[in-house]
Every structure is written in structure tokens, then in C-alpha cells.
């Protein structure tokens, strides 16, 4: 066979070859015989066609090809989509932030007299949209130990730090649901709330009634 054997093959009583597993294209067989006389014949010369299956037509590759445009549109669009979203949440925590900040600086202050006690409020007002500003946080800004901190609030307000932290952040979120054209979740977000369900609850235990109740 042209281009697939380098010689003629060896001479056999039967008038048959054998090629497996020939990939799809065009081939030349050449055949040629012996008789009695020991004198070889012209060569025969015997073409045909394998046929490329249809997964590789190219109608297949062109239907691969809008499958793969068709995938990877999609995830373009998912991307660009999701992005949008980041941004849009950033954007919307940005001006929740600034909304808090503004809102907690026009709020009265505690007695100048307490002048730890100020300084407690304003800190804790000025992240007052950080839900993961906590205790540890508050700490290190004033730099003071946990056990100080907690002795100090206990002795002024009579309550604990934790309490006092989401006390302020309560305070500030019914102000808002009165003063403002914000719902319970664009509340809850801008005082540090994650969870509306969660705000909702601890904001009737510390009032005795909801925050859609006030609204």
C-alpha cells in the first residue's frame, strides 16, 4: 500500500491483505501476480476512500465551535455580572458607612465630664457599619486591656462592654428607622447588623417592640 508499506508484501496462495485500523483518507493499493511461468505482472493499481466519521465532519467542528463560543459567553456574562454585583455591594457599603458615620456625628455625645466614656462613643460611632469591629478592636484603639475596659463600662454604665456595644448600635438604629427613608435591612447593615432576622430580634428585646413596628 502506497505510504504505508515500505516494500511489496510476501508472495501467499490467497488473493488477500490485511490493514487494521487505517485512520479516514484516500489510499493506493497496488496488487501484481506470478503465474506459472514465474513472470510477475503489471502492477494493478486499486484505489479507495475511508470516510471521516461524522464527529469529525466539519459540521461537527463548527457545532464544537459554537458550543465552546456558547460556553464561554456564558461564563463572560456570568463574570462580568458578578462583577457588576461586587461592585454595586461595595458602592452600597460605601455609602452605608458614610451614611452611619454622618448619622452617628450629629448624635449628642455622653457628658463631657466622662471624658473616657466620649471616647468610647465616638470610636465605637466611627465604625459603627463594621459588623467584625468588636471588643478586641476597641481595645487596641484605646489600648487598654479587655478586664480594664470591661471595669470601666460595668462602673459608668452598668453594663458590659458587649452589652454596651450593641446597646449603641440599637440606639443609633432606632434613630434611623425614625429619621430615615431606609428599610429594616439598610438599617441593620449601616449598625453593624449582618442579619436582619438577628437585628429584628435583639432590637424588640432591647425596646420591646420590633423594628417594623416603629417604622
Known amino acids: 500500500m502506497k505510504g504505508w508499506d515500505e516494500d511489496w508484501s510476501a508472495p501467499k496462495s490467497l488473493a488477500n491483505v490485511t490493514y487494521r485500523n487505517l485512520p479516514d483518507g484516500n ?14 505482472s503489471e502492477p494493478f493499481i486499486y484505489t479507495f476512500n475511508i470516510r471521516r466519521p461524522w464527529w469529525k465532519s466539519g459540521w461537527a467542528f463548527l457545532f464544537y465551535t459554537l458550543i465552546l463560543g456558547a ?12 462583577k457588576k454585583e461586587v ?38 460611632e466611627t465604625h459603627l457599619s463594621d459588623e467584625n ?31 454596651y456595644i450593641r446597646s449603641l448600635r440599637l440606639d443609633i438604629a432606632k434613630d434611623m428607622l425614625e429619621k430615615a427613608e431606609l428599610n429594616v435591612s439598610e438599617v441593620a447593615f449601616s449598625v453593624g447588623f449582618s442579619s436582619a432576622n438577628y437585628f429584628s430580634k435583639v432590637f424588640k428585646a432591647e425596646f420591646g417592640y420590633t423594628p417594623k413596628e416603629l417604622k
Not at 461592585?87 to 449628642?108: D, G, N, V
Not at 480594664?148 to 459608668?156: D, P, T, V
Open 27 to 40: 489510499y493506493v493499493l497496488n496488487v501484481k501476480a506470478i503465474g506459472e511461468a514465474q513472470i510477475w
Open 71 to 82: 460556553g464561554l459567553t456564558a461564563v463572560y456574562l456570568w463574570w462580568t455580572e458578578r
Open 87 to 124: 461592585e454595586e455591594m461595595q458602592q452600597l457599603l460605601a455609602a452605608h458607612k458614610a451614611m452611619a458615620f454622618s448619622t452617628a456625628i450629629r448624635r449628642k455625645p455622653p457628658p463631657k465630664s466622662d471624658g473616657f466614656l466620649n471616647l468610647v462613643h465616638q470610636t465605637l
Open 133 to 163: 469591629f468588636g471588643i478586641a478592636e476597641l481595645c487596641e484603639i484605646l489600648n487598654i486591656s479587655r478586664a480594664q475596659l470591661h471595669r470601666k463600662l460595668k462602673k459608668m454604665t452598668g453594663r458590659s462592654t458587649s452589652h
